[in-house]
């Protein structure tokens, strides 16, 4: 088992962490939207949140629960058979235990339930915990959109893997199952 030095989450060292993911709902937002601001330099709003929720044909938002408490979220727009990553962020306290790892594998299998061939998303160039757990995922760089970020000036890199829904792809996200259950025991709820 690894630890990383002062990911302990709260959590006492050695013992699985239990996660609940569930569907986000509008009584998480508060709670999302501290761990929205806490790491991304141009947070989004509440509306915007909003806004994405209502739109549940073509949306997929997660939230991520260590018993009563909001420790990370994460967000899908489904275009045809690709499933575009809109956010994902794990609270601070809480990095490097795996649970972005665990999130972003329950938006994968809700992916595949909706019939997505292919995931995609844009990532700030230089960040690395970000760019690792993607690689993790087989997602490789396509392209770079300049300047994508304006409160900085950064580029984005284009990820992308196609054929999550091939076999190859079910023994990669088996593979990353069993890791990550090492450090956490997840339950997802529909
Ligand atoms: C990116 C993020 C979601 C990762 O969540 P996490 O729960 O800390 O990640 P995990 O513990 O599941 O780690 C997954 C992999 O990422 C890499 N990683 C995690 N933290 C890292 C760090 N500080 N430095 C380098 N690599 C790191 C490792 O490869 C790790 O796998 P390993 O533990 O088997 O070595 C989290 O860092 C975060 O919320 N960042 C701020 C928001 C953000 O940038 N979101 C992405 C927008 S595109």
Redesign the pocket.
């Known amino acids: 088992m ?1 630890t ?1 030095p002062g990911a302990t989450g709260g959590q006492a060292s050695g013992e699985p962490i239990p996660l609940v993911i569930a569907p986000m709902r509008s009584r998480d937002l508060r709670s999302v939207l501290a761990i929205e601001r806490a ?2 330099p141009r947070p989004w709003s509440h509306r915007l949140f909003a806004d994405e929720l209502a739109q549940r044909a073509t949306r997929l938002y997660r939230t991520a629960w260590v018993g009563r408490k909001v420790v990370a979220f994460g967000g899908v727009m489904f275009i045809e058979d690709d499933a575009h990553v809109n956010t ?3 609270d601070p306290a ?8 665990a999130v972003l594998a329950d938006l994968v299998m809700g992916s595949l339930a909706r019939g997505a061939h292919r995931l995609s ?1 844009e ?2 160039v230089g ?4 760019l ?2 993607y690689r ?1 995922f087989g997602m490789a760089p396509v392209g770079v959109r300049p300047n994508y970020y304006p409160e900085t000036g950064d580029d984005a890199l284009v990820m992308v893997v196609e054929g999550i829904d091939e076999p190859a792809y079910a023994e990669r996200l088996g593979a990353i199952g069993d ?1 990550v259950a090492e450090r956490v025991v997840v339950d997802a709820r529909s």
């Open positions: 690894t990383r790491v991304f994902i962020a794990v809480w990095h490097g235990c795996q649970i972005g790892t998303l990532v700030r960040n690395e915990p970000a690792a757990l993790r890791e």
